[in-house]
């Protein structure tokens, strides 16, 4: 009979895990010690958990201490001195339901990324077929290595999903970013991974996203700062609910999501062209592109040479109106608006002129960042604040409420 406590948390949680294998790989930080209560609470809410445990990690916490928690054995060798029969990196992979790495060093992100499998763990990261969590734990400097930062958007844009890591007092005594989440957030994370696996699956998602350019001239052009992150954020979150999706980019400086149809569109024209291509098939819109409100009346042939010049501009296409006017019966269409001043009185105002179901409203800070502080408007006229959300965890809420609306 489940304890008071383990029914609260189930409670508090929501959906339990039962009848769901959770591997969860533990590597050599001093943050070792908050992997014990992952494996508590994902235990709680019905989870079976197997854990890997890298040499390193070992010399920090016993491999006692995990057994007796998830009352199993410790996966330490891929060559086992009493060796089963069976290929062990195979057989654990495609028995599980997800692979949580936590604490994640800098090491295993760097071997997982360029493909080194030379211990347990990094080989049973190539087997499994679902995304991998990661939970980032190091040192301030370490996280900040613009190598460990590429080798993480990497990991991003295959599919992976990563949960911190945080700001705060390190074990070394230095304060700052590179601090493991906490075990709840971790969990939840997982949890809601579980549970929204392919809940997409049959439906249609239409993305954009990334800055559109109008010319001036063969070198000069009109655009904005947008980066494509938070539409790629939203095209991985679809997909790997089982979503079939098509994303329609502009310029963009991260790399294409994997597992989307994908079209590149320099101009508003040609993004309008290509949205309305696709647009009855879909059943849900979201527009996060950065399209361009205004071009040139017309392009220059040859480059202009440094002189005074008086550009006459004209509207670009309306990609959001012409959308609301020609979608499907049934299609939910979101939109995002971006302002420096009443920006959730001037996002309604959008919403109600373009006929949007949702939209999303942010401040020019969130332009090129990891990070948004948004609020979500939706027809009704409720408005949810967000925090400080990387934008995978943001794609992650504006998928939530697409999924109940379009089940």
């Given at each position: 009979m489940k304890s008071s406590k383990q029914k609260h948390l189930k409670s508090e949680m929501g959906q339990s895990l039962e009848r769901r294998r959770v591997l969860l790989g533990v590597t050599g930080s001093i943050a070792a010690y908050k992997a014990l209560d992952i494996v508590r609470q994902l235990k709680s809410l019905g989870a079976e958990v197997i854990v890997i445990m890298t040499k390193s990690a070992t010399e920090f916490v016993g491999p006692l201490s995990f057994e007796t928690l998830s009352q199993n054995e410790v996966v330490k060798e891929l060559f086992p001195a009493a060796k089963k029969v069976g290929t062990r990196h195979i057989d654990l992979a495609s028995s599980s339901d997800l692979l949580l790495i936590a604490p994640a060093t800098a090491n295993i992100i760097g071997k997982i990324v360029s493909g080194i499998g030379?211990?347990?763990?990094?080989?049973?990261?190539?087997?499994?077929?679902?995304?991998?969590?990661?939970?980032?734990?190091?040192?301030?400097r370490l996280w900040e290595n613009p190598v460990v930062r590429e080798n993480c958007r990497r990991l991003e844009t295959l599919g992976h999903v990563f949960v911190g890591p945080e700001s705060g007092d390190l074990a070394c005594g230095e304060s700052g970013s590179g601090r493991m989440s906490e075990p709840e957030k971790i969990v939840e994370r997982v949890r809601r991974l579980l549970a929204k696996k392919y809940d997409l699956t049959g439906k249609t998602v239409l993305i954009t996203a990334g800055?559109?350019?109008?010319?001036?001239?063969?070198?000069?052009?009109i655009s904005n700062g947008s980066t494509g992150r938070m539409g790629f954020a939203l095209a991985r979150a679809a997909a790997s609910r089982g979503a079939d999706v098509h994303l329609i980019a502009g310029f963009t400086s991260v790399d294409v999501p994997q597992s989307v149809k994908y079209e590149f569109t320099p101009t508003a024209g040609d993004m309008s062209r290509a949205v309305m291509s696709v647009i009855d098939r879909a059943d849900a819109v979201i527009m996060a592109a950065a399209v361009s409100d205004f071009k040139p009346d017309r392009k220059r042939s040859q480059k202009v040479k440094s002189r005074s010049l008086t550009l006459k501009l004209s509207r670009c296409p309306d990609i959001l109106r012409q959308i609301g006017k020609s979608k499907k019966r049934g299609a939910y269409i979101v939109g995002f608006s971006l302002e420096t001043r009443d920006t959730v009185k001037r996002a309604k105002a959008k919403m109600r002129g373009k006929d949007l179901d949702m939209i999303v409203s942010n401040t020019p800070e969130a332009m090129g960042a990891d990070k948004s502080r948004a609020t979500i408007v939706a027809r009704k006229g409720e408005v949810e604040i967000l925090p400080l959300l990387r934008k995978d965890d943001l794609a992650e809420r504006i998928m939530d409420r697409i999924k109940a609306s379009i089940g």
């Open positions: 030379d211990c347990v763990l990094s080989t049973i990261a190539y087997a499994v077929k679902t995304p991998i969590v990661f939970a980032p734990a190091m040192n301030t800055g559109t350019r109008e010319y001036i001239d063969p070198v000069r052009y």
